[in-house]
C-alpha cells in the first residue's frame, strides 16, 4: 500500500513588505483604536487610553467598536474611525485578538 503525503504550501513566496515609518513621539498626535466589543475591552481601551494622554501626551485617542466582534471591521466609510485618524497622524492601531 503507498501512502501519498500532500505539501498544501504554495510554493512560491509572498513580496517582502515595507515597515511604516515610525513617529519620533507620540506627543500632539491622534490615536485610532478598533474594538471588537468583547467583555473588558471598554475598560482596557480606557486605561490604555489613560496611559497615552498621561505618560505619552496624545492629543486624541479615538475608539470605535465593531459592529460584529466576529467579523472584519466596518470598512472606513462606515467605521471613521481610520479616516478620521489617518489625516492627524497615520497611527491607526488594531487590537483584534483581545
Given at each position: 500500500m503507498t501512502l501519498r503525503v500532500l505539501d498544501p504550501t504554495n510554493e512560491t513566496a509572498p513580496p517582502l513588505g515595507e515597515p511604516a515609518p515610525r513617529l519620533d513621539t507620540l506627543a500632539g498626535k491622534t490615536v485610532g483604536f478598533i474594538s471588537n466589543g468583547k467583555e473588558g475591552t471598554k475598560g482596557f481601551f480606557a486605561h490604555l487610553e489613560r496611559i497615552l494622554r498621561d505618560e505619552f501626551a496624545v492629543a486624541d485617542v479615538v475608539t470605535r467598536v465593531k459592529s460584529n466582534f466576529s467579523a472584519p471591521a466596518d470598512?472606513?466609510?462606515a467605521s471613521g474611525c481610520v479616516r478620521?485618524?489617518?489625516g492627524f497622524s497615520r497611527l491607526p492601531f488594531h487590537a483584534?485578538?483581545?
Open positions: 470598512p472606513p466609510p478620521s485618524v489617518r483584534g485578538g483581545l
